[in-house]
């Protein structure tokens, strides 16, 4: 026990001297802290695709580099583009995210409904697939041929009907299917359709599988600048001579082709930090080189309506935020929103670490010093007394004098100030030969 009384350092008086600097600096923290943004979810709805559809496969990729970073991506599926995109701005909607096709929306819409884009991911061409003796140079040249499209939910359907607008043709120009890919396809090849209208990566197997069947004509687009010029969110890209089979010669020459973009799209409400998480990982995943990009071109700020954040703006001028690269996610997310904490705390301990040490030692000595008043009234207590008077006085100041004795030989301090301690009790053996001198 005497061994935590008399110790270097006095937790009771510790606490009396740094407890109010303390509480206020907490105090100071929380108000600060209330105006601090709130860290990230660990849970989002994510928006992909058919099942078995490049949507849907890309999706599955960020829900595995999501959960790297202990964030749990819950990937839903849909009818395709202009689905996702209605899931995502639906207020009552739980989608957080998702695969919208570049020219679904336009710029005010996107801003007046608190859409955001984190920039496109891949080029999703428009590939027109037909059976013809003879090659076609002109959408006009399908008129009246039974044209599939696609649901209304793949965003095909509004895209055919922006490009056959501008050869000024419509929708009744044309006996239009809304088949799904799968059996579009089927039926395209049975000769129950005689086009096929696709919006589809390079990846895209059916796509793969189309460019390699006998007797399918591919649609090339001679007139894909002008295109571009007139629905600004098309893109002019060439399918390659070769690229599908370099020994077969497939395709024997270049393609052209218009192509809008798949984007990354979510509503305003997503968190900031992880606006960059996706695009460290769509920057794994798209990044690659393909038959229509280059290395490095994709994720890319360009060739989306929708405005890009300012947070993933950031991120393609500067790439992966400096914390992030040396710590973890968390623990960077972490840093970057408590600055302002951080800022607070470190203006504050700098005074309060040059007040509080001085208060500790005042509260430590205060239990020695004022015991010098008591002695001091000793001492006056026997001036001015009459000489037949001293002997009485002296002997009620030498009891009192024991009873202050006894009341320091109480006092609990630590080993660090003792030397005060003993300087008090001689002073006490001081005061009291002097008052024994009076006998």
């Known amino acids: 026990m005497n061994k935590i009384r008399f110790t270097l350092f006095?937790?009771?008086?510790?606490?009396?001297?740094?407890?109010?600097?303390?509480?206020?600096?907490?105090?100071?923290?929380?108000?600060?802290?209330?105006?601090?943004?709130?860290?990230?979810?660990?849970?989002?709805?994510?928006?992909?695709?058919?099942?078995n559809s490049a949507y849907d496969h890309f999706a599955q990729l960020y829900a595995t580099e999501l959960a790297k970073n202990q964030i749990e991506l819950r990937v839903h599926r849909s009818q395709g583009s202009?689905?996702?995109?209605?899931?995502?701005?639906?207020?009552?909607?739980?989608?957080?995210?998702?695969?919208?096709?570049?020219?679904?929306?336009?710029?005010?819409?996107?801003?007046?409904?608190?859409?955001?884009?984190?920039?496109?991911?891949?080029?999703?061409?428009?590939?027109?697939?037909?059976?013809?003796?003879?090659?076609?140079?002109?959408?006009?040249?399908?008129?009246?041929?039974?044209?599939?499209?696609?649901p209304d939910g793949y965003g095909v359907h509004k895209l055919f009907t922006q490009i056959i607008g501008v050869n000024n043709l419509s929708d009744t120009d044309f006996q239009l299917q809304k088949l799904d890919s799968m059996q579009g396809t089927a039926a395209f090849l049975d000769g129950k359709l005689d086009v096929l209208v696709m919006s589809a990566a390079s990846d895209s197997l059916l796509v793969q599988m189309l460019l390699q069947t006998p007797g399918v004509r591919l649609f090339d687009f001679?007139?894909?600048?002008?295109?571009?010029?007139?629905?600004?969110?098309?893109?002019?890209?060439?399918?390659?001579?070769?690229?599908?089979?370099?020994?077969?010669?497939?395709?024997?020459?270049?393609?052209?082709?218009?192509?809008?973009?798949?984007?990354?799209?979510?509503?305003?409400?997503?968190?900031?930090?992880?606006?960059?998480?996706?695009?460290?990982?769509?920057?794994k995943i798209h990044g690659g080189a393909n038959w229509f990009s280059d290395q490095g071109e994709f994720p890319s700020d360009r060739y989306t309506e929708i405005p890009v954040d300012p947070q993933a703006e950031k991120f393609y001028r500067s790439g992966q935020p400096f914390l992030q690269r040396y710590l973890s996610f968390w623990m960077a997310n972490f840093l970057e929103r408590m600055w302002v904490v951080l800022l607070t705390f470190g203006a504050l301990a700098l005074p309060l670490s040059k007040v509080i040490p001085p208060l500790y030692r005042w509260r430590i000595r205060s239990r020695v010093y004022?015991?010098?008043?008591?002695?001091?009234?000793?001492?006056?207590?026997?001036?001015?007394?009459?000489?037949?008077?001293?002997?009485?006085?002296?002997?009620?100041?030498?009891k009192r004098l024991d009873e202050i004795e006894e009341k320091v030989n109480q006092i609990s301090i630590p080993l660090a100030y003792a030397d005060e301690l003993y300087g008090l009790r001689s002073h006490i053996s001081f005061v009291r030969k002097r008052v024994q001198g009076e006998f």
């Open 222 to 283: 001679v007139q894909a600048e002008a295109y571009t010029r007139r629905l600004p969110f098309l893109s002019h890209v060439v399918l390659p001579r070769g690229i599908v089979d370099i020994g077969k010669d497939i395709p024997a020459r270049d393609y052209h082709l218009i192509s809008p973009t798949a984007t990354l799209v979510a509503h305003e409400s997503l968190h900031p930090a992880l606006i960059s998480l996706f695009l460290q990982a769509a920057k």
């Open 370 to 398: 004022r015991w010098y008043g008591q002695l001091r009234a000793v001492e006056m207590a026997m001036e001015g007394i009459e000489k037949a008077q001293r002997k009485k006085a002296a002997e009620a100041q030498l």
């Open 82 to 150: 202009l689905d996702n995109l209605n899931q995502i701005r639906d207020p009552n909607s739980i989608v957080d995210i998702g695969f919208v096709q570049s020219g679904s929306t336009n710029q005010e819409e996107a801003e007046a409904q608190g859409l955001i884009s984190l920039g496109s991911l891949f080029y999703e061409p428009v590939w027109i697939f037909y059976r013809s003796k003879k090659e076609l140079n002109n959408l006009a040249d399908l008129k009246g041929l039974r044209v599939n499209v696609g």
């Open 10 to 51: 006095s937790m009771k008086d510790a606490l009396l001297a740094f407890g109010p600097m303390t509480l206020l600096v907490l105090v100071l923290i929380a108000s600060t802290l209330y105006f601090v943004e709130p860290a990230p979810g660990k849970k989002l709805d994510f928006v992909g695709g058919q099942e």
